[in-house]
């Protein structure tokens, strides 16, 4: 069984107050009452109702939920950060992020699945931020329930090289809907009244003949957000064939998750990460 850990910083009248007043829900609260051994304080086995002082060491079964039946892989992964609840890599371009009809046995899901279970012997996939295929960078996974919900506002940074000259800051203000049809989501979003609220702010970083390297916050993040909004104001993605053309200078759509920031919510402290450009992009960015 695997514990979530907590250092216990000041006095609560009771185990139950504390998982309250941490996020924990009623429903997770009722699992741990099942068992004496769900709940341990200072190594021992307690119930909900005993009392906490500063510097007792709290631990608490980590997952209510079963062990996710993701195919694993065997992939190098590109660790950027991990702590006993969180993991965080550097996803290439290429590599789905969860498993999917096409890339059912290799991606970067059950490459995680596979590091993972030598340590979580119950590893349930809980990806933070998913990433298309075609874009890489910075992909967060939690290693428990506690930890994929206490996780909040996490800030993405994006880079991208765009087509077109984008030479001052711009803010896309633009709904996006999800085409359905015959009840089955469609892959391509668009700009749409009826659609859901989505901001992107675009901060031009440098320019060239006939493209733009651009930095994009989001503030809603909707699925192809940033494609479809880049797209709308004519300077698609380079090498994003769904919403704008396929490109001879690079094989995939040009965008990279390059910076999170969040605070932890266990070591109550801000975790500021940060990747390189891959290859093919420094490559790209030389010969512009």
Do not use: W
Not at 16 to 21: E, I, R
Not at 159 to 182: H, L, R, S, V
Not at 245 to 267: Q, Y
């Amino acid at each position: 069984m695997q514990y979530q850990k907590f250092i216990i910083d000041k006095n609560y009248k009771n185990i139950y107050y504390f998982l309250k007043t941490n996020g924990f829900s009623e429903r997770y609260m009722s699992f741990l009452r099942k068992e004496l051994g769900y709940i341990k304080k200072n190594g021992t086995p307690v119930t909900i109702k005993a009392d906490l002082k500063p510097e007792d060491t709290l631990e608490v079964v980590a997952d209510t939920t079963t062990k996710s039946s993701i195919m694993q892989c065997i992939l190098p992964l590109d660790i950027v950060f991990e702590d006993d609840y969180y993991l965080i890599v550097n996803k290439t371009s290429g590599l789905a992020s969860i498993p999917t009809k096409s890339h059912y046995t290799e991606n970067l899901s059950g490459a995680v699945a596979h590091y993972l279970s030598s340590t979580l012997s119950n590893f349930t996939l809980r990806v933070i931020n998913r990433l298309d295929k075609d874009t890489a960078g910075i992909v967060i996974f939690a290693k428990s329930l506690f930890a994929s919900n206490q996780l909040k506002n996490v800030e993405k940074t994006y880079y991208a090289i765009c087509e077109g000259i984008i030479d001052t800051p711009i803010t896309i203000n633009k709904p996006i809907e999800t085409i359905n049809e015959n009840g089955i989501n469609q892959r391509k979003r668009v700009i749409s009244e009826n659609g859901k609220e989505a901001i992107t702010y675009v901060t031009p970083i440098k320019t060239f003949k006939n493209y733009s390297l651009v930095k994009l916050n989001l503030v809603h993040g909707r699925t192809h957000q940033i494609r479809v909004h880049l797209s709308s104001i004519e300077h698609p993605l380079l090498g994003d064939s769904l919403y704008g053309k396929a490109s001879e200078l690079i094989s995939h759509t040009a965008l990279l998750c390059k910076k999170i920031t969040f605070f932890h919510p266990v070591e109550k402290k801000k975790i500021e990460l940060e990747v390189d450009f891959p290859e093919d992009f420094k490559k790209l960015l030389k010969n512009m």
